[in-house]
């Protein structure tokens, strides 16, 4: 598991160091909130229906949007406990389709916990992401996108709502 988490800090560190050294002077965080609707019928039948959804976002000048996101969701069924959680980390782009409104897609490491009874499992895999942002106003957007992590347990649709400063 260290070597997973080593190895992924590795690739960030690999993905976000040369971008640092390029940035301009003005910084463009975002933070999100929202949920994450499975597409797998069987995992939303084992947790929740909507899972919550976090992430941290920035934008590089060059290189384009880092994000880490976490979505977490857990339930029982049949006396059995399930809690499914993945961190997401994507490099994403966008391109403006309209006055306000961009299309997103991202390419990334997905590393995902599945706990099903007593069992965990852990898995590191290549991940996604593709979708569209409504503007609302300067630091204000609306996503709408599909979130893909190899995996039936991280696929979703997933709606945010995403504060910039």
Do not use: C
């Not at 006396?79 to 306000?100: I, T």
């Not at 009874?117 to 290549?126: A, K, N």
């Amino acid at each position: 598991m260290w070597r997973r988490m080593v190895g992924a800090f590795v690739l960030m560190a690999a993905m976000v160091l040369p971008a640092v050294a390029q940035e301009e002077p003005q910084q463009r965080w975002a933070v999100r909130l929202g949920v994450l609707y499975p597409t797998a019928s069987n995992v939303r039948d084992q947790t929740d229906k909507f899972w919550v959804y976090v992430g941290l976002e920035r934008h590089f000048a060059n290189i384009g949007l880092v994000s880490l996101d976490y979505t977490e969701g857990s339930g029982s069924r049949a006396g059995v406990d399930y809690k499914f959680s993945h961190f997401a980390l994507f490099l994403n782009q966008r391109q403006n389709y309209a006055p306000r409104l961009d299309l997103i897609g991202g390419i990334g490491l997905v590393y995902a916990k599945l706990e099903r009874g007593g069992d965990t499992d852990h898995r590191t895999r290549l991940g996604g992401t593709i979708g569209v942002a409504y503007s609302l106003g300067p630091r204000s957007e609306l996503q709408l996108r599909y979130h893909t992590g190899s995996m039936r347990e991280t696929n979703g649709i997933v709606l945010t709502l995403n504060l910039r400063f």
